[in-house]
T-cell receptor, first 116, second 113 residues
Framework: ETGVTQTPRHLVMGMTNKKSLKCEQH?????MYWYKQSAKKPLELMFVYSLEERVENNSVPSRFSPECPNSSHLFLHLHTLQPEDSALYLC???????????????FGPGTRLLVL | KQEVTQIPAALSVPEGENLVLNCSFTDSAIYNLQWFRQDPGKGLTSLLLIQSSQREQTSGRLNASLDKSSGRSTLYIAASQPGDSATYLC????????????WGAGTKLIIKP
């Protein structure tokens, strides 16, 4: 496997379920990100991890809980979600955490989440 | 509030035409601006990055320009092909955004054979 992979690619869950999204990067990068992409809206940055430490949390509801056990893996744990949380969740990685400082981000294919 | 706007939201043109996609941003104090491409079922791919000090960047049939004073960038695609069909996203790093990318909602481009 190369690049950034995400599993599952599609997920349907009820509001009372607990599920987790997984992201893995094979690029030797130090920073990883979770984004939310809703239909016809700009990408929203949710979390940033650098060297396994969380460096950014953009006022995301607590029903989303990230976990970064090592620099290659990133999880997003989901609990008691709402229908408006239905979206494409994208994972990305970059060499450093200063995402806008000219460093290219590499994106995974995303997980399409539907909350019923 | 710092915002990035892309108009139109969708564009359809015949194959072979040259076309321009537009991106506007609300604050001229930026570090850089990037253009990305997103294909259905796939993640985003970085196309071009223009630093604040630059006026344009080129890659193959793509040319991106930057005019900070007017808060605008354009992505020019020459001799369009059906394979260019995708959603094109613009993202800006504003100087007081803690290096976070601020994204436009994208322009969905369809090239008709």
């Amino acid at each position: 496997e190369t690049g950034v992979t995400q599993t599952p690619r599609h997920l349907v869950m009820g509001m009372t379920n607990k599920k987790s999204l997984k992201c893995e990067q094979h690029l030797g990068h130090n920073a990883m990100y979770w984004y939310k992409q809703s239909a016809k809206k700009p990408l929203e940055l949710m979390f940033v991890y650098s060297l396994e430490e969380r460096v950014e949390n953009n006022s995301v509801p607590s029903r989303f809980s990230p976990e970064c056990p090592n620099s290659s893996h990133l999880f997003l744990h989901l609990h008691t979600l709402q229908p408006e949380d239905s979206a494409l969740y994208l994972c990305a990685s970059s060499q450093g955490e200063r995402q806008g400082a000219g460093e290219t981000q590499y994106f995974g294919p995303g997980t399409r989440l539907l909350v019923l | 509030k710092q915002e990035v706007t892309q108009i139109p939201a969708a564009l359809s043109v015949p194959e072979g035409e040259n076309l321009v996609l537009n991106c506007s941003f609300t604050d001229s104090a930026i570090y850089n601006l990037q253009w990305f491409r997103q294909d259905p079922g796939k993640g985003l791919t970085s196309l071009l990055l223009i630093q604040s000090s630059q006026r344009e960047q080129t890659s193959g049939r793509l040319n991106a320009s930057l005019d900070k004073s007017s808060g605008r960038s354009t992505l020019y695609i020459a001799a369009s092909q059906p394979g260019d069909s995708a959603t094109y996203l613009c993202a800006v790093t504003f100087m007081d955004s803690n290096y976070q990318l601020i994204w436009g909602a994208g322009t969905k481009l369809i090239i008709k054979p």
